[in-house]
């Protein structure tokens, strides 16, 4: 069945660096719209970021430490996370609709979810 694999996540100290990745699988359609989110115990989960092939929004939390980009020749989407801090503690999800490469969307899907822990 279609999915999205995600990966990347792990401990990492405060002000420290991670990258998540988010893949389609089987890796024969094609992300459009893609959005990160977030959720730590006890809370809602919460839009982290988002982009298109021209645009990237991020919420004010991690604006200036997160990045999106996108590596065309594997088809996958990273979060790139900089100086970290424990509140970003969190199981992190991507979002993406996905298309065949005729143009057809085959609907919107999620991640498995990957753990992101900031502490020292």
């Known amino acids: 069945q279609v999915q999205l694999v995600e990966s990347g996540g792990g401990l990492v100290q405060p002000g420290g660096s991670l990258r998540l990745s988010c893949a389609p699988s089987p890796n024969i359609f094609v992300i459009n719209t893609m959005g990160w989110y977030r959720q730590a115990p006890g809370k809602q989960r919460e839009w982290v970021a988002s982009s298109t092939s021209y645009s990237a929004n991020y919420a004010d939390s991690v604006k200036g430490r997160f990045t999106i980009s996108r590596d065309s020749t594997e088809n996958t989407v990273y979060l790139q996370m900089n100086s970290l801090k424990p509140e970003d503690t969190a199981v992190y999800y991507c979002?993406?609709?996905?298309?065949?490469?005729?143009?057809?969307?085959?609907?919107?899907?999620w991640g498995q979810g990957t753990q992101v822990t900031v502490s020292s």
């Open positions: 979002n993406a609709a996905l298309f065949r490469y005729s143009g057809a969307s085959i609907g919107d899907y």
